[in-house]
């Protein structure tokens, strides 16, 4: 007779019986159909809890939780750095063969530009570790509208700074105090604040 440990047999009726019940910041709850919090398993106390560092992050192959997901872009050029031109293409199609230029970027030429897209990708991170943090406290996020400036230091050339400006519709129980908490761990934590970590940021908010 083979003997499965406490943990093996919530693992089986996890699969038997499980559904996922809810979403925080990433962090999915598993539970059974009469409802009770499952122990034993996962990274946290009184709870089976499973990390999920990816989207969509519901999946039926419990194996497949951890993963790295790969994005891409791609860019091509043609020409010297004055005269020439090329185009940026986005995995998500998004941006499709988009052009970009000197004039672009060192002037006010038509097209996009390496800063621009750092500034749009900081935006949409940092406005989303935000919505998301609340969430694990309990607050749903009403309008968060966040613009990202980059200072792009022509004379180096180097990216001085980037100012994030957060405007936000009132949450009721959620003081403009605990509120800043939240936007400065979300300043701090977002996955693109921290690939440029060495660059001087700032925030300001309105709430």
């Known amino acids: 007779m ?4 406490k943990t093996q047999s919530i693992a089986s009726k996890i699969a038997i019986f499980g559904l996922f019940d809810k979403c925080r910041d990433h962090l999915y709850f598993l539970k059974t159909r009469n409802g009770r919090q499952i122990e034993g398993m996962g990274g946290g106390v009184g ?3 499973f990390f999920f560092h990816t989207y969509p992050p519901i999946h039926k192959d ?3 939780h951890y993963k790295t997901m ?3 872009a791609s860019a091509h050029w043609k020409g010297d750095l004055k005269s020439g031109k090329g185009e940026i293409t986005t995995q998500s199609s998004t941006l499709n063969n988009t052009q970009y230029s000197f004039n672009a970027r060192f002037a006010e030429g ?3 530009n390496p800063e621009e897209l750092i500034a749009a990708a900081h935006a949409g991170c940092f406005t989303m570790a935000l919505s998301a943090a609340l969430g694990q406290a309990g607050h749903t996020a009403n309008d968060l509208t966040t613009k990202a400036i980059v200072d792009f230091d022509t004379s180096g050339p180097k990216i001085a700074g980037i100012a994030l400006e957060l405007n936000a519709s009132k949450i009721d ?3 403009a105090d605990d509120f800043k908490k939240f936007a400065e761990g979300a300043k701090e934590n977002c996955p693109i604040s921290k690939a440029l970590a060495a660059v001087p940021m700032t925030l300001t908010i309105n709430y």
């Not at 083979?2 to 440990?5: F, G, H, N, Y």
Request: no cysteine.
């Open 173 to 175: 129980g959620l003081s």
């Open 2 to 5: 083979v003997k499965r440990s």
């Open 47 to 49: 709870t089976a809890q």
């Open 110 to 112: 038509t097209g996009t």
């Open 70 to 72: 790969k994005r891409t």
């Open 62 to 64: 419990f194996t497949n």
